[in-house]
Structures are given as structure tokens and as C-alpha cells.
């Protein structure tokens, strides 16, 4: 059995009322891991998807930098903001260094924020003269 359907059938029997205890027992795990699983499986069903598109995409290192450096969760709903800063301003950004970079900029890309030719893909290409 592979993990998401483990983690959804966990989801569904909680749901329908069994304990962590007896679900436990039917895959074979720990209380303490049925209730992970469970809890992690509610929150992609419940929370996940209805987050911004961006905020999806960057890790909760890179979402909190952001956070902090803009003053509210408001920078996830219209990232724009972040594409016309551009990659030289971000990096200026305190804790934002070039592995959030890349994260910010490939999730800019993958969303149709920012396209090839834009400033931002010439980090990778600056990067790629000092390897």
C-alpha cells in the first residue's frame, strides 16, 4: 500500500468514528503515528487547498521570511509584488539567501508570474559561472 493511500484511508476511518488505537492496529503503527497521519491528511484536505497558489509552492522557511519582511500573509495573494522586485532586491531581503531564490523563482515561473526572459531566470545564470 502506497503512503497517500494509507494517509487517505487513515483520514476516512478516523472520520467514520474509530479511535487512533483501532486504527492503528489495522495498519499496523502506533497510536501516535495514526494520529500524525490523520492529522497531516486533514489539513491537505481541509487547510492546503484553500491557499494561495504561491504559498503552496514555497517551503514554511521561505513563506515566513516573506511574512516578516512584508508585514502580512497578504505578499501569498498577489505575488506580483515579488516578481517586480526582481531577484537583486530579494536577495537583499534578511535570511532570503540562493536556495530561497531559486525556490521563489520557480515557484514565480511554474504559477506564469514571470516568464524566461524576465530578470529573474539571470540568477540562475550567474550561478551557473561560479560552479
Not at 14 to 21: A, D, P
Not at 30 to 44: G, N, T, V
Not at 84 to 99: A, E, M, P, S
Request: hydrophobic fraction near 35%.
Amino acid at each position: 500500500m502506497d503512503i497517500e493511500n494509507r494517509e487517505e484511508k487513515i483520514y476516512v476511518l478516523r472520520e467514520q468514528g474509530l479511535t487512533y488505537t483501532q486504527i492503528a492496529l489495522v495498519f499496523n503503527i502506533s497510536r501516535s503515528r495514526a494520529q500524525q497521519i490523520y492529522f497531516c491528511a486533514k489539513y491537505k484536505k481541509e487547510v492546503f487547498e484553500t491557499l494561495p497558489p504561491l504559498k503552496k509552492c514555497l517551503s514554511k522557511r521561505t513563506q515566513k521570511v516573506l511574512c516578516k519582511h512584508f508585514g502580512s500573509e497578504n505578499i501569498f495573494v498577489n505575488p506580483q509584488i515579488i516578481a517586480d522586485l526582481g531577484w537583486h532586491q530579494t536577495i537583499k531581503i534578511k535570511n532570503i539567501g540562493r536556495k530561497s531564490i531559486r525556490e521563489i523563482a520557480f515557484a514565480l515561473y511554474s504559477l506564469g508570474i514571470i516568464k524566461y526572459e524576465d530578470g529573474w531566470l539571470d540568477f540562475y545564470r550567474s550561478e551557473m559561472k561560479n560552479v
